[in-house]
């Protein structure tokens, strides 16, 4: 069969795109590589909190699905919408990679050891805010830019610190200034964070079909349960809410069979001022979507609405 993905045009989003066009040649398919240049590779110089970032990275290229000019589309999982247009369908989530976030410095061991009023790039606001609540003393600085942009500004000097998500420096090869792996429980992944989502038109039963061995059903299971606590909450990928489930895992000392627990968090950017749950249940009684609007109702119950409200986000 013959395949055409549409990507981004950053090293990033291409060895993505390769890594998937690999797999499905393996499995006999000619597949080609369409780039696509989305609203968030334009516009480099706005902050993402300015323009809104709900299908900045996916608009222009499911534009491009539906008029068939491409078969299916490569995304890292984060930046895809959870409320995904009417034509089409989240195929294949393939075998998520490490979903954490990363500190990278040249000069400091980890967070905890930034000097007082250090610098910290990211162009996120889940992290900044998470930042602020562990540090309040450090200075957050917007950073927008791909991988080797953020490297290269952190090496002149600009920031002490960046963080960005550990999977895409392992993508790169690029972990020599990766010092720590910040823990879940104390700053949360964005949902879907070190996953890829494979995005096809829904009535195009062959493309699906042919990416269905792609799917990897305790990956899929996780990311459905985030999704659907991001959806219930009202945000998007630039709304400071972190989720991450860890699904069908065993918990030493328990005796239980498998679990599925997740870790939220909301918080505000600007004063770090945080909501955080924690839930677990046995894999016999999850069902991921509810599990995920379960989570949702908890950070409500728990007073995350105001903090919500105030970074844009909108309970539903």
């Given at each position: 069969m013959n395949?055409?993905?549409?990507?981004?045009?950053?090293?990033?989003?291409?060895?993505?795109?390769?890594?998937?066009?690999?797999?499905?040649r393996g499995e006999g398919h000619i597949v080609e590589i369409e780039i696509i240049k989305t609203t968030g590779d334009r516009l480099q110089d706005v902050t993402f909190?300015?323009?809104?970032?709900?299908?900045?990275?996916?608009?222009?290229?499911?534009?491009?699905?539906?008029?068939?000019?491409v078969d299916l589309a490569v995304h890292s999982l984060k930046d895809l919408p959870t409320d995904l247009p009417a034509p089409f369908a989240?195929?294949?989530?393939?075998?998520?990679?490490?979903?954490?976030?990363a500190f990278v410095s040249v000069n400091y061991a980890s967070l905890a050891a930034l000097p007082q009023g250090a610098k910290v790039g990211t162009s996120s606001q889940r992290r900044r805010a998470q930042l602020k609540a562990l540090r309040p003393d450090i200075d957050a600085i917007e950073f927008r830019g791909n991988v080797d942009t953020r490297l290269r500004k952190l090496a002149e000097g600009q920031v002490d610190a960046i963080l960005l998500a550990?999977?895409?420096?392992?993508?790169?090869?690029?972990?020599?200034?990766?010092?720590?792996?910040?823990?879940?429980?104390?700053?949360?992944?964005?949902?879907?964070?070190?996953?890829?989502?494979?995005?096809?038109?829904?009535?195009?039963?062959?493309?699906?079909?042919?990416?269905?061995?792609?799917?990897?059903?305790?990956?899929?299971?996780a990311v459905t349960a985030e999704r659907a606590a991001?959806?219930?909450?009202?945000?998007?990928?630039?709304?400071?809410?972190?989720?991450?489930?860890?699904?069908?895992?065993?918990?030493?000392?328990?005796?239980?069979?498998?679990?599925?627990?997740?870790?939220?968090?909301?918080?505000?950017?600007?004063?770090g001022a945080a909501v955080r749950i924690y839930h677990s249940a046995p894999r016999?009684?999850?069902?991921?979507?509810?599990?995920?609007?379960?989570?949702?109702?908890?950070?409500?119950?728990?007073?995350?609405?105001?903090?919500?409200?105030?970074?844009g986000g909108a309970a539903q």
């Open positions: 395949l055409r993905i549409g990507s981004r045009g950053s090293q990033l989003a291409l060895w993505q795109a390769n890594h998937i066009a690999a797999l499905l909190a300015q323009v809104g970032s709900k299908g900045m990275f996916t608009k222009e290229i499911e534009e491009a699905l539906a008029d068939g000019r989240l195929a294949a989530t393939p075998p998520r990679v490490d979903p954490r976030d550990a999977a895409g420096l392992e993508r790169l090869g690029k972990t020599d200034w990766l010092r720590e792996r910040l823990d879940p429980k104390n700053f949360c992944p964005a949902a879907g964070q070190g996953s890829l989502g494979i995005e096809t038109r829904k009535d195009d039963v062959a493309t699906i079909e042919a990416v269905a061995f792609l799917n990897h059903e305790p990956t899929r299971f991001l959806a219930a909450l009202g945000g998007g990928c630039q709304v400071p809410i972190g989720i991450h489930c860890r699904a069908g895992i065993a918990i030493a000392g328990s005796g239980a069979g498998p679990t599925d627990e997740i870790f939220a968090v909301v918080a505000a950017p600007e004063t016999a009684d999850s069902d991921p979507t509810a599990l995920g609007r379960l989570v949702a109702k908890m950070l409500l119950d728990a007073g995350a609405g105001p903090l919500l409200e105030a970074s």
